[in-house]
């Protein structure tokens, strides 16, 4: 049973915590599937990677409103689906190879396989290679291995073949027809990716929105333009999944009543969850919430001494730059236990790289109005702007909320073109303190540029004074 001073479980952004002052340590790494994790395997670099020729292809149907007159000749699938994989590929094969290979890792040893807990601080892995098992021992461990996507007990899912966002990026021909289980932000994404492609899309939601975790407006805004773009079924119960010579098939009840979809191809995408089952925490001590993300304190500790939990895992914001600052927090505090330092999750932003892409930090106005939180709110839209005006952008806009009394940002909703990078200034001023009108007038804003859609939004903040 060998034993380590340290061990990680996953390599997404618990790999990046080893670097050459970890070099007198005996350490090992444990990886059940690809290394590199979910954001660049199945995740956000791939998904992007599909999502900016998709933004290309569906640019002839508004090139013909500025007249221009544009036409899509034709769609490689084969072709992005290969550029896409042959990078990231590579990638999680050299990051592999680095590891298990490399001089610098000498004192890292590499096990390929499904690992769980059997006791305290004891972890067994069972190889993949089939040549049984090994059971470790740590110091300090690291658990940083991520989720999974889940699926629907839906009678008749199994047997019909599906797909998640785990395996339908690499499909061999884009299908005709494609119906998408889910509502939320992976929905939202390929939904985008299929249309765009010329690929008929019927997207399924329990809900009477898309992404209704957004600031209401807009979910409402963002639901609208997809129901002008696809098959958009709100408020429906999937009672069963079956094959038809037509393809794959879902029975739904609605308002309506009874109703079925057909398609070539089912994406299942109704959310992920923490892979604490798999690693069976429960059995060295380790506390999960209902969701399945392991609890941690401030400082990313689990209720085990010594053993800490970042990403996916113990994150129910379940983003890659979360885990990232995490994975700075963990690293600090395994190298200097004597001066730790703790997360920051006070402003943690998100975007959906849809069409219009989306963006938000901080609160919505449904969770001000729930936590008796005192708000003033501003919207600002595309079209008001000089900038919004060159595009013809008449669905886009900002909304912002701020504290009236000191005029702070609470949160910032932005739906429209380029609206993750409109929304990083927002960040910095809710992180570094900067109130609404020492951002809007404490500057110069370029004109006529896109920004002009936050400096509009902060001036027309009703604040107190």
């Known amino acids: 049973m060998p034993h380590y001073d340290l061990v990680i479980v996953g390599t997404g952004s618990g790999n990046s915590i080893l670097d050459h ?20 395997n199945v995740g956000c670099i791939p998904t992007k990677m599909f999502v900016h020729p998709a933004d290309l292809a569906a640019t002839p149907e508004r090139a013909g409103e500025l007249g221009v007159d544009l036409a899509l000749r034709d769609v490689r699938w084969r072709e992005i689906r290969d550029r896409v994989f042959g990078r990231i590929d590579s990638i999680a094969d050299g990051g592999r190879r680095y590891r298990a290979e490399h001089e610098d ?18 972890l067994t892995v069972r190889l993949g290679d089939g040549s049984g098992e090994e059971t470790l021992t740590a110091e300090e ?14 009678p008749g899912l199994a047997e019909v073949g599906y797909h998640t966002s785990d395996t339908v990026m690499r499909i061999d021909e884009l299908p005709r027809r494609a119906v998408i289980l889910g509502s939320g932000f992976v929905s939202a994404e390929f939904a985008h990716v299929f249309a ?20 209401d407006d807009v979910s409402r805004r963002f639901t609208d333009l997809a129901a002008r773009r696809y098959d958009v079924r709100l408020d429906r119960r999937t009672v069963r999944a079956r094959r038809t010579r037509g393809g794959i098939a879902l029975d739904l009840e609605g308002p309506g009543g009874e109703e079925t979809v057909e398609g070539d191809l089912l994406l299942v995408a109704t959310g992920r969850r923490p892979n604490s089952d798999l690693l069976d925490v429960a059995a060295t001590g380790i506390a999960t919430l209902p969701s399945g993300h392991v609890v941690v304190d401030s400082r990313q500790r689990t209720g085990v001494d010594g053993v800490y939990a970042l990403g996916d895992l113990s994150s129910p914001h379940e983003l890659k730059h979360v885990a990232n600052h995490e994975t700075r927090v963990v690293q600090h505090n395994l190298l200097h ?5 703790e997360s920051d999750h006070r402003f943690v932003p998100h975007a959906v790289f849809t069409a219009p892409q989306i963006a938000s930090v901080g609160i919505t106005e449904r969770d001000a109005a729930a936590r008796g939180v005192r708000y003033v709110t501003a919207t600002q ?39 993750p990078t409109l929304l990083q200034p ?21 004109h006529p540029a896109m920004p002009e859609l936050v400096e509009n939004a902060l001036l027309a903040l009703p604040l107190d004074g």
Not at 196 to 215: I, K, N, P
Not at 383 to 394: H, S
Not at 399 to 412: F, S
Not at 427 to 440: H, K, N, T, W, Y
């Open 105 to 122: 890792n000498a004192h890292v040893t590499v096990y390929e396989g499904e690992a769980r807990f059997t006791g305290r601080k004891e």
């Open 426 to 446: 927002l960040i910095q001023a809710m992180s570094f303190g900067l109130d609404a009108r020492s951002m809007a007038r404490g500057q110069y804003w370029i």
């Open 21 to 40: 002052r970890f070099a007198d340590r005996k350490v090992a790494i444990v990886e059940k599937g690809v290394f590199g994790g979910t954001c660049l």
């Open 381 to 419: 839209e595309y079209g008001g702007i000089a900038y919004g005006w060159a595009m013809e952008d008449t669905t886009g806009f900002a909304k912002l909320l701020a504290d009236p009394a000191t005029g702070h940002l609470l949160g910032a909703h932005i739906i429209g073109p380029q609206a």
């Open 141 to 154: 461990f690291v658990l940083a291995a991520g989720g999974r996507a889940t699926v629907p007990d839906i």
């Open 337 to 341: 236990p004597d001066d730790p330092i």
């Open 196 to 215: 765009s492609f010329g690929v008929e899309v019927t997207v399924v939601a329990r809900s009477g929105a898309l992404l209704r975790g957004e600031d």
